[in-house]
Nanobody
Framework: QVQLVESGGGLVQPGGSLRLSCAAS????????IGWFRQAPGKERERVSC????????YYLDSVKGRFTISRDNAKKVVYLQMNSLKSEDTGVYYC??????????????WGQGTQVTVSS
């Protein structure tokens, strides 16, 4: 079965850093783009970042550019999201998912369970 499991979330102060991990199983990661998404209560889920399966090209939401970095290790079947200079507005549940990156978010087939990120002093 396809499974994606997020980890690394937690409580961090503004300006701090976290590294999220997305562990994949049940499929060959090389053939899939992987996206990171987040959702705050009462807000729409949004794509934060994405990394292509083909050439490693990346996408970032404008508000996280320069602060977040997505990377992948296909051999370990893990995708990371390094988050630096965190702001309160980064708070939310973060999900990883198989992702076409340029495709609409509604086309995502497989989601992880999510990990909570809370940025607060």
């Amino acid at each position: 079965q396809v499974q994606l499991v997020e980890s690394g979330g937690g409580l961090v102060q503004p300006g701090g850093s976290l590294r999220l991990s997305c562990a994949a199983s049940g499929f060959t990661l090389d053939y899939y783009g992987i996206g990171w998404f987040r959702q705050a209560p009462g807000k729409e889920r949004e794509r934060v970042s994405c990394i292509s399966s083909r050439d490693g090209s990346t996408y970032y939401l404008d508000s996280v550019k320069g602060r977040f970095t997505i990377s992948r290790d296909n051999a370990k079947k893990v995708v990371y999201l390094q988050m630096n200079s965190l702001k309160s507005e980064d708070t939310g549940v973060y999900y990883c998912a198989t992702d076409g990156c340029g495709a609409p978010m509604t086309s995502v087939r497989y989601w992880g369970q999510g990990t909570q990120v809370t940025v607060s002093s």
